[in-house]
């Protein structure tokens, strides 16, 4: 079964910055929508920022602070993310998507999850 797996979440204090990556567990395949949600406690999980062959899209409460980068051909994805604010605080998940779709902004368009990485942001 495939598994995408997180790295680089931790604890920053508010203003700081993280680098989350993603990657296969096994062997890399084709992605052609990837993408990262978060999910904070009590709430449901939400969209964070997508990547397809045309672009990227990211949710209004991110846009000029987090960045999407990754490569198709293989399911790796990174989100770089500056000017961390407490309401940042969740466990982000990464997903891939291994059919064409229109967008990729809905957990349910997506085929492949990762299992977490808990992003801790202080006052």
């Known amino acids: 079964q495939v598994q995408l797996v997180e790295s680089g979440g931790g604890l920053v204090q508010a203003g700081g910055s993280l680098r989350l990556s993603c990657a296969p567990s096994?062997?890399?395949?084709?992605?052609?929508?990837m993408g990262w949600f978060r999910q904070a406690p009590g709430k449901e999980r939400e969209f964070v920022a997508a990547i397809r062959w045309n672009g990227a899209a990211y949710a209004d409460f991110v846009k000029g602070r987090f960045t999407i980068s990754g490569d198709s051909e293989k399911s790796t994805m990174t989100l770089q993310m500056n000017s961390l604010k407490p309401e940042d605080t969740a466990v982000y998940y990464c997903?891939?998507?291994?059919?064409?779709?229109?967008?990729?902004?809905?957990?349910?368009?997506?085929?492949?999850w990762g299992q977490g990485t808990q992003v801790t942001v202080s006052s």
């Open positions: 997903a891939a998507a291994r059919e064409l779709r229109s967008d990729y902004v809905r957990s349910v368009q997506y085929d492949y």
């Open positions: 096994g062997r890399t395949f084709r992605s052609y929508g």
